[in-house]
């Protein structure tokens, strides 16, 4: 038994152009007070999303703020390690040691965040209040 392939093309681009520009579309009329209407509600809506989004930034910083006015002594000591730490290996290694500060800081602040993540995550796992 022989299957043959049926003849089929897809119309080329050139004629679905040339279909599209035959339709018309009626023209939409809107009256110009129903424009400045739904500008006007775009723009509470947008402004609604920004006090929104800047709320819980605030909140944000409130919360880091307090983290690190409760623990600044031991953040700034593990910065001050880690730096230190970093200039040395880079050093050993002769490429400089201001690279390896910076890369050292990098990598605590990263440690820093990682940690303050999971530590909101315990809080909200547990149920802490």
Same mark, same amino acid.
């Given at each position: @038994?022989?299957?043959? @392939? ?16 035959? $339709? ?6 809107? #009256? ?5 209407? @739904?500008?006007? /509600? +775009? ?23 307090? /983290?690190?006015?409760?623990?600044? #002594?031991? @953040? ?5 390690? %880690? ?6 290996? %880079? ?25 303050? $993540?999971?530590? +909101? ?6 149920? +802490?209040?």
């Amino acid at each position: @038994m022989k299957f043959s @392939m049926p003849n089929f093309k897809l119309p080329s681009l050139s004629a679905l152009k040339a279909k599209l520009a035959e $339709v018309k579309l009626p023209e939409l009329k809107v #009256p110009k007070h129903a424009k400045w209407a @739904m500008a006007l /509600v +775009a723009g509470l809506i947008a402004l609604g999303f920004v006090v929104y989004f800047g709320y819980f930034v605030l909140l944000l910083a409130v919360i880091v703020g307090a /983290v690190v006015a409760s623990y600044w #002594p031991g @953040m700034l000591g593990f910065l001050l390690v %880690s730096s230190i730490l970093g200039g040395a290996i %880079s050093r050993k290694r002769e490429t400089g040691v201001l690279p390896g500060v910076c890369a050292g800081i990098f990598y605590a602040l990263l440690i820093a965040v990682v940690a303050l $993540v999971g530590f +909101a995550a315990y809080v909200v796992a547990t149920g +802490a209040h």
